[in-house]
């Protein structure tokens, strides 16, 4: 997720909508969405391809590994990453982040 954060829109919970909630803006075109208060993270399934094989990282074992360690938890799903906000666009496949997993995951050094 930090090699696309320029194209992260991150939402939270502190108003009556998400356009109230937007803690951060993507200054790039639109690739993850973090939603703080549920805890998810959705992130283009084209661009994590694409980050994959730009580091020699095997796709398929890195869905299998973050599937095992329950970190994610849809592989395949459509969903339109600027939802309720200005940066609404149309669906896109998706993979869906359990970000209390990762972050729980990061902390113990698990590997």
Do not use: W
Not at 29 to 42: H, K, M, P, S, W
Not at 45 to 58: D, K, P, T, V
Not at 76 to 93: C, H, I, Q, Y
């Amino acid at each position: 997720m930090d090699a696309n954060l320029a194209a992260t829109l991150r939402i939270g919970a502190k108003g009556s909508s998400n356009i109230d909630d937007v803690l951060a803006e993507p200054n790039r075109e639109l690739a993850v969405r973090q939603e703080v208060d549920t805890g998810r993270i959705y992130i283009s399934r084209a661009i994590f391809r694409q980050y994959c094989l730009e580091r020699g990282i095997n796709f398929q074992r890195a869905m299998f590994d973050m599937l095992k360690k329950n970190i994610l938890l849809r592989e395949n799903m459509l969903k339109v990453l600027g939802a309720d906000t200005k940066f609404e666009s149309g669906r896109v496949r998706c993979l869906e982040i359990d970000s209390v997993a990762l972050i729980t995951l990061n902390h113990i050094g698990t590997p």
